[in-house]
């Protein structure tokens, strides 16, 4: 999407995948405000109901299980033709190496990760035929760099990092727009599971004028909230024997 143009978003339709709590409602919120149609996928059809009513614009509702890839491509064939994908379906357990399961550990993979390639394997062939689309990956400061405690979900973010910059490495000359946005914690049913601090901790509602506002622009990647972004990039940058002594297990 370039520029902030109301009329722009008016004339546009987005799936939104990880619809129907947290982060990935108020962003439904946020572009139906605008003036798109939206189709909100996720698993729990009541929620998705409740949602498209609440919706100020046309909206509409299709389930899918993003960890099945017949549910994704049957998805996207229901769907139809779009303008846009924003994918913020997750999953997230704290997990030491010391403690690893490994239902949930693939869990992580597969919604995460593995979910975020299927979604965009279903739709990808139609925007680069067209030559037009916008592809949004939601992932987390998590992905630039292994943190302790987070087996599994560290991995699948990074991999959705990967995902993306790949994509943005053979589409950024064409009329395809890829972006890649990566928030740290947000106020949400996963982080209650944390019992540490979680600095500059956002509510969705702030947290998705952060995504909608990157969406409006033509840049590639945005992570927020800045501050603390700064921490998880410049660790990129650090030895391992330093980056360990501040990062890893104490």
Known sequence: MRGNDVTEWQAKRYWIVGASEGLGRE???????????????????????????????????????????????????????IDGVVYLAGVYWPMKAQDWDNEKADMMGEVNFLGASRVVGSVIKDMVARDAGHIVLVG?????????????????????????ESMQADLRNTGVHVQLINPGFIKTRLTEKNDFHMPFIMSPQDAAKEVFEHMNTDTFKKSFPLLFSWVFRGSQFLPDWLYYRLFGAK
């Open 27 to 81: 962003v439904a919120f946020s572009l139906s405000r605008a003036g798109a149609e939206v189709v909100v996928s996720a698993r729990t059809e009541d929620r998705l109901k409740d949602l498209v009513e609440d919706l100020p614009g046309k909206a509409s509702y299709v389930t899918v299980d993003v960890t099945d890839r017949a549910s994704v491509e049957g998805a996207a064939a229901e769907v139809g033709q």
């Open 140 to 164: 987390s400061l998590s992905g630039f760099r292994g943190l302790p405690g987070a087996i599994g979900y560290c991995s699948s973010k990074a991999g959705m990092m990967a995902l993306a």
